[in-house]
């Protein structure tokens, strides 16, 4: 959690909560995280007589419109991997959204006793992506995409919350969003391989090693991984060409092919458009044929 956004924390409206009716529909039930009664909540939406969850906002936030507009924006994303935002009203005091209760478990508790498998961290990091993928095609960015903002519910189900908003929250801005949203997902395949956080630590992961003032790569950390894996989150994390519209180094976008035209550890074509390949038990080809955000 960043500095401006324990601020906003800290203004909470103290008439919310536990059985607080927010607008006549929503009973607050528990307090999911924050500060005061600002923060997320569970609550009851006694119109449908379901459990959703309900964010308020501080009313005083000096991006009180951002947060609004990006409310708005998140409104606009529908996909089966991201968090639905179902009402949000940012006149009633204090500001609200509602969105869908995912029970699940979050992804720095998936790496708390240290990194995921392979074919565990490419299918939840690819179903990140196409989450994503899905928001951008609506011209929607995440900006934030840190492993709380993952959370891996029954069956395997892989849903990202957080969608503009938690960056509206935290006053972060891009010129280029894909090139953000791509290290992001650069960041988090990283994490799932290595159980380190590239950058610092963030939501309780350590930081990753840092060689002769360079980010040590997830083989690096850990030699038993396959070196295409390795290559692909290398490749992530400088945003070159793991999936199409992606930017480069230098801020320059250009539309880009997958990382590679054939799979070496079947030897299959792997389509332009993503298709699969022939080998769909191996980690690399499951994560080739994932296109990072238009």
């Known amino acids: 959690m960043t500095g401006g956004e324990r601020?906003?924390?800290?203004?909470?409206?103290?008439?919310?909560?536990?059985?607080?009716?927010?607008?006549?529909?929503?009973?607050?039930?528990?307090?999911?995280g924050g500060r005061?009664?600002?923060?997320?909540?569970?609550?009851?939406?006694?119109?449908?007589a379901r459990t959703v969850a309900v964010e308020l906002f501080a009313p005083d936030s000096p991006r009180?419109?951002?947060?609004?507009a990006a409310v708005r924006a998140a409104s606009r994303a529908v996909d089966p991997r991201l968090v639905q935002i179902y009402d949000a009203n940012d006149r009633f005091d204090p500001p609200y959204?509602?969105?869908?209760?995912?029970?699940?478990?979050?992804?720095?508790?998936?790496?708390?006793?240290?990194?995921?498998?392979?074919?565990?961290?490419?299918?939840?990091?690819?179903?990140?992506?196409?989450a994503i993928a899905a928001a951008h095609r609506e011209g929607v960015a995440h900006l934030r995409l840190v492993p709380r903002m993952v959370i891996r519910g029954g069956a395997g189900m892989v849903k990202v919350r957080g969608v503009a908003i938690r960056a509206a929250l935290a006053g972060v801005t891009a010129r280029d969003l894909t090139l953000v949203d791509a290290r992001g997902l650069g960041t988090l395949l990283y994490a799932g391989l290595t159980g380190l956080w590239p950058g610092g630590e963030v939501d309780g992961l350590p930081?990753?090693?840092?060689?002769?003032?360079?980010?040590?790569t997830p083989r690096q950390v850990r030699p038993e991984l396959d070196p295409e894996l390795d290559g692909i989150a290398s490749?992530?994390?400088?945003?070159?060409?793991?999936g199409s519209q992606?930017?480069?180094?230098?801020?320059?976008?250009?539309r880009q092919r997958l990382l590679h035209t054939r799979c070496?550890?079947?030897?299959?074509?792997?389509?332009?458009?993503?298709?699969?390949?022939?080998?769909t038990a191996s980690a690399p080809c499951r994560l080739m044929r994932t296109r990072l955000p238009e």
């Open 246 to 254: 992606v930017g480069t180094a230098d801020g320059r976008c250009g």
């Open 97 to 130: 959204a509602v969105s869908e209760w995912v029970t699940g478990t979050p992804l720095p508790e998936m790496l708390a006793t240290g990194p995921l498998d392979e074919l565990t961290v490419v299918d939840a990091i690819g179903e990140v992506a196409a």
């Open 207 to 216: 930081q990753a090693p840092v060689r002769r003032w360079r980010l040590c």
């Open 264 to 279: 070496r550890p079947c030897g299959g074509r792997v389509p332009d458009r993503g298709g699969p390949c022939r080998c």
């Open 7 to 32: 601020r906003d924390l800290d203004h909470a409206g103290a008439a919310a909560r536990q059985g607080f009716s927010i607008d006549g529909r929503y009973r607050l039930d528990t307090k999911a």
């Open 36 to 48: 005061g009664g600002f923060g997320l909540w569970t609550a009851r939406d006694e119109l449908l």
């Open 235 to 242: 490749r992530a994390l400088r945003c070159v060409a793991v």
């Open 64 to 68: 009180r419109c951002q947060v609004a």
